[in-house]
């Protein structure tokens, strides 16, 4: 089992940035990747970024948040982060951290996804 958590949410004005981090514990060695995505009442989770760890991977992000966010790791610490810059009231969602067990995979389906976590509130005022 894996499980993730997440921190880092928070209420910011628009223009203004924020770092979420999640931290993996457990059997991550079976991870190939890790995403995030955000989610609004009544509607579907939405991709926000993902980092693909097997061959030929790499960090794919949504078009709208691609030049604001970017998504990162740190090995040693089981942790990736979510640096979000230049925020604005369309980002407001909860954001979840999600990892995957699969090869093949869709980076940017959640249906690809095996571990979430319990989700962090970001609310970007105008």
């Known amino acids: 089992q894996v499980q993730l958590v997440e921190s880092g949410g928070g209420l910011v004005q628009a223009g203004t940035s924020l770092r979420l981090s999640c931290v993996a514990s457990?059997?991550?060695?079976?991870?190939?990747?890790m995403g995030w995505f955000r989610q609004n009442p009544g509607e579907e989770r939405e991709f926000v970024a993902a980092i693909v760890y097997w061959t030929g991977g790499g960090t794919y992000y949504a078009d709208s948040v691609k030049g604001r966010f970017t998504l990162s790791r740190d090995n040693a610490k089981n942790t990736v982060y979510l640096q979000m810059n230049s925020l604005k009231p369309e980002d407001t969602a909860v954001y979840y951290c999600?990892?995957?067990?699969?090869?093949?995979?869709?980076?940017?389906?959640?249906?690809?996804?095996?571990?979430w976590g319990e989700g962090t509130q970001v609310t970007v005022s105008s």
């Open positions: 457990g059997r991550t060695s079976s991870s190939t990747a």
């Open positions: 999600a990892l995957s067990a699969r090869v093949p995979l869709n980076a940017r389906s959640s249906n690809s996804y095996d571990y």
